[in-house]
């Protein structure tokens, strides 16, 4: 069965410091990659998708992934994360139509 | 612009009561799906609708029932609520194939069973 595997459930980092977000999922088909993000109290929005070519994705709010394709992954950076960058992170992958498969997320907390 | 509204944002139900929760999008989606939120789970997939007379069940749709009678609205029924059934649901559109887009989610529903 397909499945995604985000590696850390709780990060916790000072203003400034360097993120990266892990995901790995299983399939060896075609996949189309999101991250989605969930601020308190908000619904969830899309931060970056990959569906072919450059497998550097740049989203929004500073935020890229990298897509690897003999890895299976599709990490989360930002160079210099900020308070507000608090939330809770999503990645999902679709292998067929119609069926996005999550991650079980990573809450994000940053210190001011 | 009011793009997926969630109606109720909280509820309280006792066990074996039944009600369904409304979700209802402006944007014209074909695509509409509800999801339940548990943490350390992520969000799993409860049924889908890819458009109006159009239904399907997800990963986990068992006590809960769907119909698309419009291709604005997409409410979800539970028929027995049970304490299991505790979570945050949230609702989501896309205009048309999953593949091609992002999916606009609804602020949620928290729904508790006693």
């Known amino acids: 069965a397909q499945s995604v595997s985000q590696h850390n459930h709780h990060v916790i980092l000072s203003e400034a410091a360097s993120l990266e977000l892990g995901c790995n999922y299983s399939y060896g088909g075609t996949v189309n990659l999101f991250w989605y993000v969930q601020y308190p109290g908000q619904h969830l929005q899309l931060l970056l998708k990959?569906?072919?070519?450059d497998p550097l994705v740049k989203g929004i709010k500073g935020f890229e992934a990298e897509f690897i394709k003999s890895k299976f992954s599709f990490n989360l950076r930002k160079p210099s994360v900020q308070w507000s960058d608090t939330a809770e992170y999503f990645c999902a992958v679709i292998a067929r139509n119609y069926q996005l498969i999550w991650g079980a997320g990573t809450k994000l907390i940053i210190k001011p | 612009n009011a793009g997926v509204t969630q109606t109720p944002k909280f509820q309280v139900l006792k066990t074996g009561q039944s009600m369904t929760l409304q979700c209802a999008q402006d944007?014209?989606?074909?695509?509409m799906s509800w999801y339940r939120q548990d943490p350390g789970m992520g969000l799993r997939l409860i049924h889908y609708s890819v458009g109006a007379g159009i239904t399907d069940q997800g990963e986990v749709p068992n006590g809960y029932n769907v119909s698309r009678s419009t291709t604005e609205d997409f409410p979800l029924r539970l028929l027995s609520a049970a304490p299991s059934q505790t979570s945050v649901y949230f609702c989501?559109?896309?205009?048309?194939?999953?593949?091609?887009?992002?999916?606009?989610f609804g602020e949620g529903s928290r729904l508790t069973v006693l």
């Open positions: 944007m014209n989606h074909e695509y």
């Open positions: 989501a559109s896309t205009p048309r194939d999953l593949n091609t887009g992002e999916l606009f």
């Open positions: 990959y569906f072919s070519g």
